[in-house]
Structures are given as C-alpha cells and as structure tokens.
C-alpha cells in the first residue's frame, strides 16, 4: 500500500479558464504575469523543480504560452478546469477532493452597506454586541487600519465581505476577546447556513494604532458542511489515516479531516509537512494549503512578493521529494488564481496546475482535465478507496 500528499498553493492560476469572461477576469495568468514583471525587471522567475514536474508546460497547455522555459521532466503535468460556478477557496478546495459544489453560492453585493438590515439586526441581538463596523466590501488589512481604533474604544466589531460567499468578521484578540470572536462568528455561522453563504471568517488582531495592528494566526473559518463524501472522508471512513495542515480543516467543516495540525506561515507549514511525512502510515493521505500566496500576495497585488515565494517554495520542494517512499505520489494544485497584476483585490478565475511527482514516475502529459475532480478521484483510486461521485482517475 501506497500513500498520498496533497498540496495547494492558494491561488496559483496558470490562465486561461474557458469562461473566464463571465467572472470579468479574462486575460487573467497569475503564473504568466508574475514571470512577465521579473522580466520587465531584468529578473528571471527561478521554478526549476515545479518546471521540471512539467509546470512551465502545464502553463502552455492552459493559455498557449510557457513563461518558464523547457526544462528536463522528472513528473506528470496536466492544466484542470473548474466546473463549478465559483473561484473561492471553499469550491476549489471541494472539487478537488471530488466534491463539484452542485448549488450557486450567496454572495453580497458592493453596496454600502453590503449586508441586508435583519441580518445585522439579528447578529447583533443574538451576539450581544454593541453595534458592527465597516459593513462594505474590504480588504482585511486595509479594515482594521480603518476601523481598529474605532472598534477598540467602541466594542463594535468589525464586518466586512468580498467578491467571495463569506463574511468576515475582524476583532482584537485582547480587548474583544478571541473566543468571544469565535461566539460571534457561530452566531453568523447559523444565522446564514440556509443561504449558502461559504464561509464565516474570524480575523483576530493585536496591537494600539493602525501603525501596529497585525492579523495573528489565530483565523479561523466557519464553513458549510460538504454535500457528499470528500475524498478525506472516504479515507477516514476506511479507517485511513488523515492528517489536515493548515486551514483544512475549516475549508471542509472538520468532517473527515482526520488529525488537524494548525501551523501559520508558508515556512512553519514546509518544515512542519517534512516532519510529518515519515509519521504518514502506508494508505495516508496527508493535505495542506500554502495560505500565504493568496493572503500576503494576490489580495494585496504585490507582483513581487508572490514571485519571491514561489522561488522559495521551490527550493524547498527538493527535501519533500526526498522524503517520498517508493509508491508514493505528490499532487501539487492550486484551488483558484489570484493574479496580482490584476485589477480590484479578489481571485481570478483560471485554470490550475496539476504536477504529479513520486519515485520512479514516468515523465508525461495528463493532458487537459476537464474537472478538479480528476485529481480527487486519482488518488482515491491510488490509495485503493471507493470511487468519488466526480471526476475521472488518470492513474
């Protein structure tokens, strides 16, 4: 028996969804744009262990162009499609595991305010809170440097949506209270489960004044329950081991994710997957989700930052690959793009990379795959567990 590791880089598009269009992000390419600013920069993006698993072709593949240069092929590469009608965390996470999101999402206009009068009137009553800030569209810092002060000497939370289904609710975790937050969020949480809103957010902060104010590790996210067996489930249903890293465990509501590690940061998350791949037993599915190219970078359209932690993703990827035993399989995907050369602050709908690396893999195209699925119902059959209801294996 084999086993399996699952790594999302949050938001690495590499262009090119057919219906990009009708999300407004045509022409979006995280991959394709980050390289472009390096060289604008006279810099060359350096990715020679993910081009080498086939990413710079994976790239052609969704958008016609490889901004990486050819390179000797050590895996399997592919470009997967979205089929649901999202580019959240929440659906791409889902399809991934085999889990399509079969209904429309919830989401809430730009307005000010963006949330109707009952909904504030009820969260405020049920979580006895003096009042809500904000109450627009924002970018989560830009929120508390606006409204930090105000929320510290009011009590009033701060709540804010996105592009996203999710609402967000920022607070200080000393003078609010980090469990407190966590109540108000479970107030949130039920008050809007029927409507399909994705996901309810805690973002906890700490510092005096907007000069100091920073977002801890402490997030966490209230999400809805998937409608059918994920392919986390059906390994814990078999009695396989399960080890969620990072914010897994929230994307999928907590409902097979086995043993959940919070770890906070891109680097503390590497080192603590390289730790635990020894510990991973025969048939184990280990996944986790790199936050910090979608949460430091995309959001905040800093072109340069991404790329920098891309190349330092990169290097260390060849300690991972060291760590891979003999049947083994690594699976490197993204949920969604978040192209930061784009307009506005929210993700791109793109396609995504499927990189396939393990000992003794012969080098070729997956082609292209017409569903996330595909990836979710590849390592179901890898690990010798039921078929998922989506998706079509390509092992």
Sequence with gaps: MSRAFLFILDSFGIGGAPDAAAFGDEGANTLGHIARH?????????????NGLGLGRAAAMACGSNPLGDAPLSGRWGAAVEVSKGKDTITGHWEIAGVPVPFAWHYYPDHDPAFPPDLLEAIVARAQVPGLLSLRHASGTQVIQD?????????????????????????????FGLERLYALCRVARELTYDIKVGRIIARPFIGESPADFTR???????????????????ACDQGR??????????????????????????AAMMEKVISLMPDVADGGLLMTNFVDFDTNHGHRRDIMGYGRLLEAFDRSLPRVLAALRPGDVLILTADHG???????????????????????????????????ADMGQ??????????????????
Excluded: C
């Design 38 to 50: 390096f060289a604008e920069q006279g810099l060359t993006l350096q990715l020679p262990v993910m």
């Design 147 to 175: 409204f930090g002060v105000e929320h510290i000497r009011t009590g009033k939370p701060i709540m804010y949506t996105s592009a996203d289904s999710v609402i967000q609710f920022a607070a200080h975790e000393q003078h």
């Design 216 to 234: 801890t590790g402490n997030r966490k996210d209230f999400a809805i329950t998937p409608p059918s067996p994920t392919l986390l489930q059906l």
């Design 241 to 266: 081991q399960v080890i969620a890293v990072g914010k897994i465990g929230d994307i999928y509501a907590h409902v097979g994710t086995g043993e959940e590690v919070k770890v906070h940061g891109n």
């Design 338 to 372: 978040n192209d930061p050369s784009w307009r506005g602050t929210d993700h791109t709908r793109e396609q995504v990379p499927v990189l396939v690396a393990g000992p003794g893999m012969v080098p070729g195209s997956l082609g292209q795959r017409h569903s996330f």
């Design 378 to 395: 590849s390592l179901a059959r890898h690990l010798g567990l039921p078929a998922l209801t989506s998706g079509t294996s390509f092992f």
